[in-house]
C-alpha cells in the first residue's frame, strides 16, 4: 500500500511539473494573429491573362523568417503577416518576382501566411518539423478553400510553391477533393521534397513523365552532387529535369553553359558549370552543396513556358469530355 500511494503521489507530482511547464510555455510563446483571407491585404494577386486563355496559379512564399521576441520577451516561431517587415520580406523578396513571370498570360493569387520559421526545419526531427508547421499549413489549407471558392472553375489550376511553400503544395495535395483535383493542370513542388508516405496518403499524387501531362506534380531539387542532398528538404521519391522535362539521365544545357542532370537513382537535379556562389551558405543548413535557394530562380524561364504547356494541354482534354 505504501508504495502504491509513494508510487500515486510521485505521479501526481509529475503531472503538476508537467503543467506547469506546459503553461509556462504557452505564456512565453507567441502565436500571430490568424489571416483573415476575405481582407485582399493578406493576398498578392496579378492579372495577366488579357485573352482569359489561361491559367489560374495559387503560389506559397517560402521561409523568411527566423524565430523573433515579441516586446514583452515572448517568443515566437512563425511569420506575422501584420508585421510590416514581414509582409516585405514576403512579398518584395519574392511574391512580387515569383509573379513576373508566373502571372504573364495567367491569373496569379498568393497569400501571406503565418509560416514556420527556418528553426522548424532544423529541429532534426520529422515529427517535431511536421508539428511545428501545422499551423503555417493549416493557414495554407484556408487561404487555398477561400481562393477555390471564389476563381472561374472552368479555368485550369497550378499550384506551386518553393521550400516551406512546396511542403504546403505537398500538403494541399493531400486537403483538395476529387473535384478539384480534376480542375489541375499541375503542381509545383519547388525545392522540397515528396516521401513515398506523402503518396500513401493521397492518390493525387501522380509524378510527372514528361512536357505536358495533367495531374501532375512536378518535383525538383538542385544539388552540386548527390553527396549533398539535404535529407530534411531534399530526400525525394519523385523528380523530374524542368529544362528537358526527362526523368532519365540525359542531360540538358541551361543557359548555353550549365549542365542539369537528373539522378534517376535520387530524383534531384545534378548541375555542373553553375556555382550558385549568389546564394551564400545558410548555418550550415542549406546551400552547402545544395543550391536550395536557387530553384524558383535558375528555372524561371522553363517553368513560365511548362505553365502555358500544361495549362494548354489541360484546356484539350476538358474541350474532348
Given at each position: 500500500?505504501?508504495k502504491e500511494v509513494?508510487l500515486?503521489n510521485?505521479f501526481?507530482?509529475?503531472?503538476l511539473?508537467?503543467?506547469i511547464c506546459?503553461a509556462?510555455?504557452?505564456k ?9 483571407y476575405s481582407?485582399s491585404e ?6 495577366g ?5 489561361g491559367?489560374?496559379v495559387?503560389?506559397v ?7 523573433w521576441?515579441?516586446d514583452?520577451?515572448r517568443?515566437c516561431?512563425y511569420a506575422d503577416?501584420y ?5 516585405q ?5 519574392e511574391?512580387?518576382?515569383?509573379a513576373?513571370y508566373m502571372s504573364?498570360g ?9 509560416h ?8 532534426h526531427?520529422e515529427?517535431?518539423?511536421r508539428?511545428?508547421t501545422r499551423?503555417?499549413m ?5 487561404a487555398?478553400?477561400y481562393?477555390?471558392?471564389?476563381r472561374?472553375?472552368s479555368r485550369?489550376l497550378?499550384?506551386a510553391?518553393?521550400s516551406?511553400?512546396?511542403?504546403a ?9 476529387d473535384e478539384?483535383y480534376?480542375q489541375?493542370a499541375?503542381?509545383?513542388v519547388?525545392g522540397y ?6 503518396t500513401?496518403?493521397t492518390?493525387r499524387?501522380?509524378a510527372a513523365?514528361?512536357?505536358a501531362d ?8 538542385t544539388?552540386?552532387?548527390v553527396?549533398y ?8 521519391c519523385?523528380g523530374?529535369?524542368?529544362v528537358?522535362?526527362?526523368?532519365d539521365s540525359l ?5 548555353d553553359s550549365?549542365t542539369v542532370?537528373l ?7 545534378v ?7 549568389e546564394?551564400?551558405a545558410?548555418k ?7 543550391i ?6 535558375l ?6 513556358e511548362?505553365i ?9 482534354k476538358?474541350?474532348?469530355k
Amino acid at each position: 500500500m505504501g508504495k502504491e500511494v509513494f508510487l500515486r503521489n510521485t505521479f501526481s507530482v509529475s503531472a503538476l511539473v508537467a503543467c506547469i511547464c506546459l503553461a509556462s510555455c504557452a505564456k512565453t510563446q507567441y502565436i500571430p494573429q490568424a489571416p483573415d483571407y476575405s481582407d485582399s491585404e493578406m493576398w498578392i494577386t496579378a492579372d495577366g491573362d488579357s485573352t482569359d486563355s489561361g491559367a489560374d496559379v495559387f503560389y506559397v512564399v517560402s521561409t523568411w523568417q527566423e524565430d523573433w521576441t515579441t516586446d514583452d520577451g515572448r517568443i515566437c516561431h512563425y511569420a506575422d503577416v501584420y508585421n510590416p517587415v514581414h509582409r516585405q520580406n514576403m512579398g518584395d523578396l519574392e511574391i512580387k518576382k515569383v509573379a513576373a513571370y508566373m502571372s504573364p498570360g495567367n491569373r496569379f493569387f498568393a497569400p501571406y501566411y503565418r509560416h514556420a520559421t527556418i528553426e522548424a526545419f532544423m529541429l532534426h526531427n520529422e515529427d517535431s518539423t511536421r508539428a511545428r508547421t501545422r499551423l503555417a499549413m493549416d493557414d495554407v489549407c484556408r487561404a487555398f478553400d477561400y481562393f477555390q471558392a471564389h476563381r472561374d472553375k472552368s479555368r485550369p489550376l497550378i499550384i506551386a510553391g518553393f521550400s516551406q511553400g512546396g511542403m504546403a503544395v505537398v500538403e494541399l495535395l493531400k486537403h483538395i477533393d476529387d473535384e478539384t483535383y480534376n480542375q489541375l493542370a499541375a503542381a509545383y513542388v519547388l525545392g522540397y521534397k515528396v516521401t513515398p508516405d506523402d503518396t500513401l496518403q493521397t492518390n493525387r499524387i501522380k509524378a510527372a513523365k514528361g512536357e505536358a501531362d495533367t495531374g501532375v506534380t512536378i518535383c525538383y531539387n538542385t544539388v552540386k552532387d548527390v553527396k549533398y542532398i539535404n535529407p530534411v528538404i531534399g530526400e525525394t521519391c519523385i523528380g523530374i529535369n524542368p529544362v528537358n522535362w526527362r526523368t532519365d539521365s540525359l542531360p540538358a544545357t541551361l543557359h548555353d553553359s550549365i549542365t542539369v542532370s537528373l539522378s534517376p537513382k535520387y530524383h534531384v537535379l545534378v548541375v555542373s558549370g553553375y556555382s550558385g556562389s549568389e546564394y551564400p551558405a545558410y548555418k550550415d543548413f542549406i546551400n552547402v552543396g545544395d543550391i536550395h535557394s536557387c530553384e524558383p530562380w535558375l528555372y524561371s524561364e522553363c517553368l513560365q513556358e511548362n505553365i502555358k504547356v500544361r495549362a494548354n494541354a489541360w484546356r484539350a482534354k476538358s474541350d474532348k469530355k
